[in-house]
């Protein structure tokens, strides 16, 4: 029988409850804060002893004044501080989400889809640059995106809690979008335009994820964690959507075994509406979950052995 489909609405609230619950998951969260606070420290520190002399002398040869000088100075030391302390923000932020969204589905025990990705690559220069790609389009391209919308749609916010819900509800889909590319482009070998069409068949479900993942992420303070919980729930999203397949292609193949005895499945390809996971045999009796990493490769089949007698049909009289 068919499961029920989890209500997408959940999964941003199901992100809170797997990341409280799960400790091992705490630093992915935690080192990007430390992380960033030591870059802004050593930014503000080199600013104030490199720039703001060569600041201040600039301003006193064109003649303003000492206090004047000394204050703008300072005011433009922090800004450009800031300004370096964001550009790290934006370059690294993109891979300590895709760092902890990977996390998460090793928790599932699907590592070996991470795994069976990254060998894919057939040279390092290859991964490195497609790795750089990524980063620039969600540090760029998406933000701006979000940026956007967020400002355009923001007289919704005139309408009491309607204008709210509709605001979310329409920049869910950036929202979602952004969250799950990463498993789209570097998991499912899918270029970013087949990721966008993909995005916009499921429109709906994406919307619906996404207008409560920016519901919490305009709460005040907790933003800063709804941030992460949201990675985590989108991966659980992306995770139960595997072991659904996962689960038809045991039924199925189980129906093709009593027909013809074949131990191998074909999974859905990428472009159809079906959830779908990278192809691999099925391994008959045994779970799947004993090899949840690429190195652990099953054993091929094998057919019966010599010792075993394969069933004969009883010859026919005449």
């Known amino acids: 029988m ?20 799960n400790p091992s998951l705490w630093p992915r969260v935690i080192l990007p804060f430390i992380v960033l606070l030591i870059i802004t420290i050593v930014l503000l520190v080199l600013a104030f002893m490199y720039l703001m002399p060569s600041q201040v002398d600039f301003f006193t040869r064109h003649s303003w004044p000492s206090w004047l000088a000394y204050t703008v100075s300072v ?76 400002i355009v749609l923001l007289p919704l916010h005139v309408v009491p809690v309607v204008g709210t819900i509709v605001y979310c509800y329409l920049n869910g889909w950036v929202m979602t979008f952004s969250k799950r590319i990463h498993y789209d482009v570097e998991l499912r070998k899918m ?46 999203w992306v995770a139960d959507e595997i072991e659904e397949a996962r689960r038809q292609d045991r039924v199925a193949s189980s129906s093709a075994q009593n027909q013809s005895g074949s131990h191998y499945v074909t999974f859905h390809p990428y472009d159809s509406p079906q959830a779908s996971l990278p192809s691999e045999p099925l391994l ?32 026919v009289r005449k």
Not at 204 to 230: D, H, K, Q, R, Y
């Open 75 to 150: 005011l433009l030391t922090l800004l450009e501080a800031a300004l370096g302390s964001l550009i790290s923000y934006l370059a690294l932020m993109p891979l300590w989400e895709d760092a902890l969204f990977d996390a998460v589905l090793r928790t599932r025990k699907l590592g070996y889809i991470i795994e069976a990705a990254h060998g894919d690559y057939r040279t390092c220069l290859n991964g490195l640059m497609g790795g750089v790609y990524i980063i620039l389009f969600q540090s760029v391209v998406l933000l701006f995106f979000q940026i956007v919308s967020l």
């Open 284 to 315: 008959g009796a045994r779970a799947y979950d004993n090899y949840s990493v690429a190195s652990e490769q099953p054993p091929p089949y094998q057919g019966p052995s010599q010792g075993q007698q394969q069933y004969q049909p009883a010859p």
């Open 191 to 236: 270029s970013v335009n087949q990721s966008r069409k993909y995005a916009w068949r499921h429109r709906s479900e994406f919307c619906e994820f996404g207008a409560v993942a920016v519901f919490l992420e305009m709460t005040p303070v907790l933003n800063i964690l709804f941030f992460w919980t949201n990675v985590v729930g989108a991966a659980l």
């Open 2 to 21: 068919p499961r029920t489909r989890t209500p997408r609405t959940l999964y941003p609230f199901k992100g809170i409850v797997y990341l409280v619950s």
